[in-house]
């Protein structure tokens, strides 16, 4: 009998622990994920931010899309040739998603330039989820009556035609409006509309979004209780740095991602701070791995919103990709970045002279976008590293994160000081004055 009890105590005291365990997995774990994947070869770049949810019905409708997408662009790209690298095929895919109490909004841009397109292709693919049901939505499913779809396109038509005057076809627009090829989801604000370019004029080439509030005559907003954070600008833990030893930057592009977090731990417990290059359109996702970020000591760079070619874009272009992702950071975790990392390095005079961020390129590529083993990326981060070096890495490989736990612990072996870029600058500013006050005494 008391054999029995003990065993049950002891049974009660294992399905207590799970239940927290799962209960803080539950906490810790957001309903989605962005990625970003990035492909050179050649003749092509390819920029790819894609969603992985918790729902594999609707990863694998994502990844569908993707991958029609890519076949279609290397199919039309596969007979071209680049001679200069500067004139490769560029494909980015940019996700945003949109998440209310019980749908996901996941809207892809698919924006193709290069050589073999005579104007930039764009296109808009909106998946609205039912996280409960697990299916797609359409308009029809917000609708407050059937007699609602006709002033609502009225409606919507008209807010279009003000953000931009006879940009529509209209008459395309009355046909498929509600269709797929007008794009509907939902944010917490309301209900937003958007229409590819097949849908526009001739002329016009980019997208069209505009919003209805959560109260209107036409569709019915499903009940939410937004639950809202206060902002704070995170405390940032102050040290100690020896401007006299030999000093180097380690960076990490295309990030946040699920192994940011991570590659913060390895930092914070070598006593390490590095610079990391963010990519606008993941600030809302990873905001409070950007705030721990730089809570513990280091620092945030703007690389681009959705990592399009920088050197390629028009001026207006250009400098949304770069005032997207200042206005986010600001607006999330109240951070100004003060340093750009042009996409693929690739940069020009229009960048600099467009651009009130200093230009932040790099000394050492681990190449571990390309590389697979992890050792090879440890070699290259490693070997013949010189005083204000700048390491380029990516916070979003499984093999990088893997590289970082031997590469610190190496270069600290080696007298280096690991600092962030910033950092770096101040250093070598106190060592030219110090050389100039010794040369005049």
């Known amino acids: 009998m008391k054999k029995k009890i003990i065993i049950g105590i002891l049974c009660l005291w294992i399905l207590t622990l799970l239940l927290f365990l799962y209960k803080e997995t539950i906490q810790k774990n957001t309903s989605y994920e962005l990625e970003t994947i990035i492909q050179e070869t050649e003749n092509t770049v390819q920029s790819i931010t894609k969603a992985k949810t918790k729902d594999s019905k609707l ?48 809207t892809m841009m698919t924006y193709q330039n290069g ?17 409960k049901k697990r299916r797609k939505s359409t308009i029809q499913d917000f609708l407050r009556s059937k007699d609602s779809l006709e002033p609502l396109r009225q409606e919507v038509f008209s807010l279009f035609e003000k953000e931009c005057p006879h940009c529509l076809n209209s008459e395309r627009f009355k ?16 209900f937003s509309f958007t229409v590819n370019p097949s849908l526009l004029q001739e002329d016009y080439h980019d997208y ?7 109260k209107n005559p036409y569709l019915f907003y499903p009940e939410e209780k937004e639950e809202k954070e206060e902002d704070s600008q995170p405390e940032t833990k102050k040290r100690v740095i020896d401007p006299s ?15 940011t977090e991570e590659i913060l731990k390895i930092l914070e417990e070598n006593e390490v701070n590095a610079t990391f290059f963010i990519l606008g359109n993941k600030v809302t996702t990873y905001k409070e791995i950007l705030k721990k970020s730089v809570a513990n000591g280091n620092e945030l760079g703007n690389h681009s919103y959705n990592h399009q070619w920088l050197s390629r874009l028009s001026t207006k272009e250009l400098e949304k990709q770069i005032d997207q992702t200042q206005e986010i950071l600001q607006k999330e975790i ?25 230009i932040a390129l790099w000394t050492v590529d681990t ?15 490693t070997h013949n590293i010189k005083d204000f070096d700048i390491i380029l890495m990516h916070d979003t490989y499984e093999r990088s994160k893997d590289a970082l736990k031997k590469i610190i612990p190496n270069l600290k072996k080696q007298g280096f000081q690991l600092v962030t870029l910033s950092e770096l600058q101040e250093i070598k500013k106190i060592r030219e004055y110090i050389k100039d006050a010794s040369l005049n005494p």
């Open 59 to 106: 990863n694998r409708e994502i990844t569908k899309y993707i991958e029609e997408k890519q076949e279609e662009f290397l199919d039309f790209t596969k007979n071209k040739t680049s001679l200069y690298l500067l004139e490769r095929e560029e494909f980015n895919i940019d996700t945003n998603i949109f998440e209310t109490k019980e749908y996901l909004s996941v």
């Open 208 to 214: 069209l979004i505009v919003s209805l509030p959560k």
């Open 334 to 358: 109240h951070y100004t970045p003060t340093f750009l990392r042009p996409t693929y390095g690739s940069t020009n005079r229009r960048i600099t002279k467009n651009s009130h961020l200093e």
């Open 175 to 190: 046909q498929e409006f509600g269709e797929d090829s007008t794009s509907f989801f939902l944010t917490s604000t309301g």
């Open 115 to 131: 050589p073999s397109f005579s104007v930039p292709s764009n296109e808009i693919k909106t998946i609205l989820w039912n996280t």
């Open 367 to 381: 190449k571990d976008w390309r590389i697979r083993n992890p050792d090879r990326i440890v070699l290259r981060a």
């Open 245 to 259: 030893l030999p000093s180097i930057a380690l960076t990490f592009d295309d990030g946040p991602s699920p192994y």
